[in-house]
């Protein structure tokens, strides 16, 4: 992975995102959900924001034994926060 497809910039080089956290799985354990990065071999649901773009906070989906990116999603505003 050396790209992320940004849903208003385009895509970018993968320095302009920072990546904040993973998401837990619904389905893990406590322990799972508190302790461990990664649960799942096959799928990553991962936090990440355009830090040196649009600031635009995205949710992606990917594989994380090959990098390989699923899915880029614009995370929606809050309290009517901009981005």
Known sequence: MSQLHCPFCGARELQEFEFRKTRANV????????????????LSVEYWQHVHGCRTWLLVERNPS??????????????????
């Open 66 to 83: 090959t990098g390989a990116v699923l899915r880029v999603a614009a995370l929606p505003a809050v309290n009517g926060a901009s981005k």
């Open 27 to 42: 389905t893990s354990s406590e322990f799972a959900r508190v302790y461990l990065r990664v649960d799942s071999l096959e």
